[in-house]
């Protein structure tokens, strides 16, 4: 917006110094032409009439004007010679402006160009005695000294210009940005609402209008922030109050099961139990990602191979008995240490590896690895199962999203979901990509502590 409203100011100055500076400098062209004529008619006028009085005394009077003129301006002085007068200064060459003066009495003038003018200034004026013709003088002006002062004129006037429309510029940006100024901060506030930050607001400044604006865009703010609030509120509230029923429920079809007899009720009761497991994973996972939109904890310093080995340690037991390997790569020393919430690197390993160890193929390996990254430190998780398109990795972080596994198990569609809000929320960033060989390659990247890990 500023930009345009710059262009627009530059345009609208533009336009008016055109208007005003293009004419003023034709009409100062034009004076110096008609000047410039007017000094050059006077001085042939005087030529004339010593030309055409008829005594001797004029005549050498007119040798030495010509002279002394000729001497201070450079240019040529031309006589045709009387009856009476002969002076020692070239005659004009026969043209059609000799002819008209010396047989029709005019005077003529050629600036020898239709555009502005030429090289030369031509005037040939007649020599009259008693009314009669007797000669002719004509004066060759050279234009360059005029040439040069029109340039000057041209020239000020566009260094004006141009000097007028720098400033303008400056004065233009100043005022654009003013005025713009609680527009940037308005659309500022809007980013950050973009963000999930619904805590920001806008200053109510500047015109009526967009205080207006940004009062109603903070109580919009403010009415979000209160929904969303009540709402996390309510999904972890009704996450945990379900929790008990369904750990209940669960024991009682597992006791129901231990006494039936009948193979076909029992194939009944074993799917109604895998039922309440799978609602019972989306409940842990809702309660899960209610938790970490609340933002409960401040990140502090922690060593992330130490919370990598010992979440490791929790699934190789479950890795091991499908044959699955987890490798742990990386160099050990210096222990990096991450900037991270308590409890969230627990969420994010856990929801990672559940992930990578269901669509992990039976006697494959789940790569984990630990590297710098400049100003983070990077955590990879790699899998050998089938990957994802990049349709599927579009969704992926969605919430209630589900992917294609290998054990049969379904999962709540809330691990990466949760994963990516806890990561977000610790200041990294999360990205899936292409296995270099096959699979899944999670990419965490977490911003790294100025205190080594222990």
Not at 130 to 159: K, N, Q
Not at 233 to 260: E, K
Not at 406 to 417: F, I, K, N
Not at 418 to 430: A, E, I, P, S, Y
């Amino acid at each position: 917006m500023i930009r345009q409203l710059l262009r627009s100011y530059i345009l609208l100055v533009a336009v008016a110094i055109l208007l005003f500076t293009v004419p003023v400098a034709f009409t100062l062209t034009t004076q110096l032409r008609d000047d410039t004529e007017a000094s050059v008619k006077r001085e042939a006028t005087a030529m004339a009439l010593l030309l055409g009085n008829t005594n001797a005394s004029s005549c050498r009077a007119l040798e030495e004007l010509a002279r002394a003129y000729e001497q201070g301006t450079h240019d040529r002085v031309e006589v045709a010679p009387t009856d009476t007068c002969v002076p020692d200064i070239p005659a004009p060459a026969p043209d059609a402006a000799l002819t008209q003066a010396l047989k029709g009495g005019s005077p003529t003038t050629n600036w020898g160009s239709d555009f502005i003018w030429g090289r030369d200034l031509v005037i040939t004026l007649p020599a009259k005695a008693h009314s009669r013709i007797t000669g002719a003088v004509r004066i060759i002006y050279s234009t360059e000294t005029l040439t040069h002062r029109l340039w000057t004129i041209w020239a000020f006037r566009a260094g004006l210009a141009v000097a007028v429309l720098g400033v303008a510029a400056l004065i233009g940006t100043a005022v654009a940005r003013r005025l713009t100024r609680p527009l940037r901060q308005l659309n500022e506030t809007a980013k950050k609402f973009s963000d999930g930050d619904l805590t920001a607001r806008s200053p109510v400044e500047g015109p009526h209008e967009t205080q207006t604006l940004a009062h109603t865009l903070n109580q919009a703010g403010e009415r979000l922030d209160k929904l969303i609030a009540s709402q996390r509120i309510f999904v972890a509230d009704a996450s945990h109050q379900l929790r008990t029923p369904l750990t209940a429920l669960r024991l009682s079809l597992d006791n129901i099961a231990d006494g039936i007899n009948n193979e076909y009720v029992r194939e009944d009761v074993e799917q109604a139990t895998a039922e309440v497991v799978r609602i019972s994973r989306l409940v842990n996972g809702l309660l899960a990602l209610a938790r970490a939109e609340a933002k409960v904890a401040a990140a502090e310093p922690l060593s992330l191979m130490d919370i990598v080995e010992q979440r490791l340690s929790v699934w190789r037991p479950a890795a091991d008995e499908r044959g699955v390997t987890i490798a742990l790569k990386g160099s050990t020393e210096g222990q990096p240490a991450v900037l991270a919430s308590p409890g969230h690197l627990d969420q994010v390993l856990d929801n990672v590896l559940s992930n990578a160890l269901e669509v992990s193929p039976d006697g494959s390996t789940i790569t984990v690895r630990i590297d710098p990254n400049g100003p983070g430190v990077s955590l990879s998780i790699l899998d050998e199962g089938p990957g994802m398109s990049e349709a599927e990795k579009s969704r992926a972080f969605d919430r209630f999203w589900r992917g294609q596994g290998l054990t049969g198990r379904s999962g709540s569609g809330l691990g990466l979901a949760v994963v990516r809000q806890l990561v977000t929320d610790d200041g990294g960033t999360v990205t899936l990509q292409d296995a270099p060989s096959s699979g899944l390659w999670v990419l965490i990247t977490l911003p790294a502590s100025s205190r080594s890990g222990g």
